[in-house]
């Protein structure tokens, strides 16, 4: 689905694993601070925490425990706190993926679903295309620019798939 996990998730927004990416030689902190400008991030207040998390939250702080707000991609003006943020947010107050693809339709991106890429194709270095399947047949897409979104666990394998010279592509980082 577009979108992915972001229409799922609860809209928490915490880098990952940028330490680990790091001792790869792959520092991504100018992207992080790209997306954390361009993804409306603001701590959870009490206004939109549901009262089960305002419970933990009292809970461990009486006990001693040092508590932090969760940092959200949700228009807390919009939340109505109904807890049902992993279905989608029917109030249009989580972010989501799918404003990046929404905006990528609107400037003449097309997106093909029911659609499994198993392969980037190069030349030269440069990713002209994909290769894959989908319920008809094999096909083949190519394209000016090549955007990979297979997911945490997707992307790798086709990564693999299409003979990017990386060993470390595809195996589990730290």
């Known amino acids: 689905m577009g979108g992915g996990s972001t229409v799922v998730a609860t809209g ?3 880098r990952c694993y940028e330490k680990e990416f790091k001792e790869m030689g792959i520092d991504l902190s100018q992207e992080f601070k790209e997306a954390e400008n361009e993804i409306p991030i603001r701590l959870s207040t009490k206004e939109i925490q549901a009262s089960g998390s ?5 809970a461990a702080l009486s006990l001693g425990y040092q508590m932090e707000t969760m940092p959200k991609a949700i228009d807390q ?3 109505i706190k ?3 943020c992993i279905n989608g947010c029917k109030q249009g107050a989580k972010w989501t993926a799918k404003n990046y693809l929404n905006q990528a339709v609107k400037q003449g991106a097309v997106v093909r679903y029911d659609s499994r890429v ?4 190069i030349d ?3 990713a002209y295309g994909v290769r894959g399947v989908n319920a008809e ?3 083949e897409y190519e394209a000016d620019k090549v955007i990979l979104a297979a997911g945490g666990l997707g992307t790798p394998v086709i990564l693999q798939n299409s003979k990017i010279n990386n060993t470390d592509v595809g195996k589990k980082a730290g």
């Open 12 to 14: 928490n927004i915490v």
């Open 54 to 58: 305002r419970a933990i939250y009292e």
């Open 77 to 79: 003006q919009k939340c």
């Open 82 to 84: 109904c807890g049902l």
């Open 118 to 121: 198993e392969e980037v194709l």
């Open 124 to 126: 030269q270095g440069q």
């Open 137 to 139: 047949d094999e096909f």
